[in-house]
């Protein structure tokens, strides 16, 4: 069974950071593509970062020079560094791992107020 467990998400202020971690477990993770999406209310999901099996990464322009996506195959875990957060980040991220079949994890929360 394969299963996608986001964590990492909460409420931080304008301007802070968070890490978001996403475990997966059965599949062979390391051949897998990695993205992190979001959807904010009333909007739809939207890539956010991306990283190739080969390690090669993507980024949306809005979050480029904020985020860092990166991932360790030996734990089986993509993180998203989120850096300089701005309230038009709040959305519920989740992660997806894309290879022949594409799976979704249930997704966290992410809210930037003050």
């Known amino acids: 069974q394969v299963q996608l467990v986001e964590s990492g998400g909460g409420l931080v202020q304008p301007g802070g950071s968070l890490r978001l971690s996403c475990v997966a477990s059965?599949?062979?993770?390391?051949?897998?593509?990695m993205g992190w999406y979001r959807q904010a209310p009333g909007k739809e999901r939207a890539l956010v970062a991306y990283?190739?099996?080969?390690?090669?990464?993507n980024y949306q322009s809005s979050v480029k020079g904020r985020f860092t996506i990166s991932r360790d195959n030996d734990k089986n875990t993509v993180y998203l560094q989120m850096s300089s957060l701005e309230p038009e980040d709040t959305a519920v991220y989740y992660c997806?791992?894309?290879?022949?079949?594409?799976?979704w994890g249930q997704g966290t929360q992410v809210t930037v107020s003050s």
């Open positions: 997806k791992a894309s290879f022949i079949s594409s799976y």
């Open positions: 059965g599949i062979r993770f390391s051949i897998y593509d």
């Open positions: 990283i190739g099996s080969g390690g090669n990464t």
